[in-house]
């Protein structure tokens, strides 16, 4: 077979990891032959795509990014997207695509199989960890471990000045880099976009850890909001797929902190920060193993899934059952770190 590879959407550790497992399995164990496009959907889109043999892939395995590079760029928006993808296929050669990405590229790769007869296999990346029907997206643990290092590096100068820290991280809709970066740097305040926050109640954990003679850590999701207004955005402009542009709850929050509490607060946005560079050892296993298993997928033509983490087995889901919704964070996780506000 000759096989389509791309990667799509935000750029994450670990995504060079599968890359460099899909060609290696499958050109020495199946005898299939790659190719990859650039750029996400844009490349099969408008025919970019670049050799894709074992040279390729050598030494890839720890860099961050992505080498087949990524966008935005849905091609059901697009004028005859659909037509322009299946001639570029049929151009190629290529009987099957392996679609590397999160939410939005994996439903691209859901209804191009489903309406329009394209072999699609699936691997879920997004360091936001919100796809439902795996345990664990690759990329996550990076970000959380990038999160948490700079919250520990934020205590001492928060401390040392006795201001208030808010660092916002990144989190759409799912709080779980907060969450799990938050309760690891040892955060005496953390919100998500799960639970709407009272800017009153911060304020008062704020004033109870300073009555403790300590500097307060606010870590706050980009997408968490307030309960009395709405989500803060960049702007109102929006990418390809609907999403507006989140920045700016974290100083929105330090502007209220200060209001009201008297006390100087600081915002640090860690932003892209957190899915850029050299992806953890987890990371690389986990993406390896996605990688491992797409390909033997795509070689048994089941095409329509999505290889997902399920404990420690790697299974086999249906592309439509992985994005039909987001994972978010369990109430009961949330409030396991309550004990540690204020």
Same mark, same amino acid.
């Given at each position: 077979?000759?096989?389509?590879?791309?990667?799509?959407?935000?750029?994450?550790?670990?995504?060079?990891?599968?890359?460099?497992?899909?060609?290696r399995?499958?050109?020495?164990?199946?005898?299939?032959? =790659?190719?990859?496009?650039?750029?996400?959907?844009?490349?099969?889109l408008?025919?970019?795509s670049?050799?894709?043999?074992?040279?390729?892939?050598?030494?890839?395995?720890?860099?961050?990014?992505?080498?087949?590079?990524?966008?935005?760029?849905?091609?059901?928006?697009?004028?005859?997207?659909?037509?322009?993808?299946?001639?570029?296929?049929?151009?190629?050669?290529?009987?099957?695509?392996?679609?590397?990405?999160?939410?939005?590229?994996?439903?691209?790769?859901?209804?191009?199989?489903?309406?329009?007869?394209?072999?699609?296999v699936?691997?879920?990346?997004?360091?936001?960890?919100?796809? *439902?029907?795996?345990?664990?997206?690759?990329?996550?643990?990076?970000a959380?471990?990038?999160?948490?290092?700079? $919250?520990?590096?934020?205590?001492?100068?928060?401390?040392?000045?006795?201001?208030?820290?808010?660092?916002?991280?990144?989190?759409?809709?799912?709080?779980?880099?907060?969450?799990?970066?938050?309760?690891?740097?040892?955060?005496n305040? $953390?919100?998500?976009?799960?639970?709407?926050?009272?800017?009153?109640?911060?304020?008062?954990?704020?004033?109870?850890?300073?009555?403790? *003679?300590?500097?307060p850590?606010?870590?706050?999701?980009?997408?968490?909001?307030?309960?009395?207004?709405?989500?803060?955005?960049?702007?109102?402009?929006?990418?390809?797929?609907?999403?507006?542009?989140?920045?700016?709850?974290?100083?929105?929050?330090?502007?209220?902190?200060?209001?009201?509490?008297?006390?100087?607060?600081?915002?640090?946005?860690?932003?892209?920060?957190?899915?850029?560079?050299?992806?953890?050892?987890?990371?690389?296993?986990l993406?390896?193993?996605?990688?491992?298993?797409?390909?033997?997928?795509?070689?048994?033509?089941?095409?329509?899934?999505?290889?997902?983490l399920?404990?420690?087995?790697?299974?086999?889901?249906?592309?439509?059952?992985?994005?039909?919704?987001?994972?978010?964070?369990?109430?009961?996780?949330?409030?396991?770190?309550?004990?540690? =506000?204020?």
């Amino acid at each position: 077979m000759r096989v389509g590879v791309l990667t799509g959407g935000g750029d994450c550790p670990g995504l060079n990891a599968v890359i460099r497992a899909v060609v290696r399995k499958g050109v020495q164990e199946h005898g299939h032959e =790659f190719v990859g496009y650039r750029d996400g959907w844009r490349g099969p889109l408008e025919g970019v795509s670049v050799p894709l043999g074992i040279p390729a892939v050598r030494g890839i395995l720890p860099r961050g990014g992505t080498v087949l590079g990524s966008s935005r760029t849905n091609p059901l928006h697009e004028q005859d997207g659909v037509r322009r993808i299946r001639d570029t296929l049929a151009r190629d050669g290529v009987d099957a695509l392996v679609a590397i990405g999160g939410e939005d590229t994996l439903g691209v790769a859901a209804r191009l199989g489903e309406e329009h007869g394209v072999s699609c296999v699936g691997v879920p990346k997004t360091i936001d960890n919100d796809l *439902s029907a795996t345990d664990y997206t690759f990329g996550f643990h990076t970000a959380v471990g990038i999160a948490t290092e700079a $919250i520990d590096r934020l205590h001492t100068t928060a401390e040392s000045h006795m201001r208030v820290l808010v660092v916002e991280v990144m989190g759409r809709h799912a709080g779980w880099i907060a969450l799990h970066s938050g309760l690891a740097g040892g955060a005496n305040v $953390i919100l998500i976009p799960e639970q709407p926050f009272d800017v009153d109640q911060v304020c008062a954990w704020v004033t109870s850890r300073f009555r403790s *003679s300590y500097a307060p850590i606010v870590v706050v999701a980009e997408g968490a909001v307030p309960k009395d207004g709405g989500m803060v955005l960049k702007d109102r402009s929006l990418d390809p797929f609907g999403h507006v542009r989140l920045s700016g709850v974290g100083e929105w929050l330090a502007r209220r902190i200060e209001e009201r509490t008297g006390k100087e607060a600081r915002t640090t946005v860690l932003g892209h920060v957190q899915r850029g560079g050299t992806p953890s050892a987890y990371d690389r296993w986990l993406a390896t193993r996605f990688g491992l298993h797409a390909v033997d997928a795509v070689h048994e033509r089941d095409f329509g899934t999505m290889v997902a983490l399920r404990g420690t087995d790697i299974v086999r889901v249906p592309l439509a059952e992985a994005t039909a919704r987001l994972k978010t964070v369990d109430p009961a996780l949330y409030a396991e770190a309550g004990v540690f =506000f204020g």
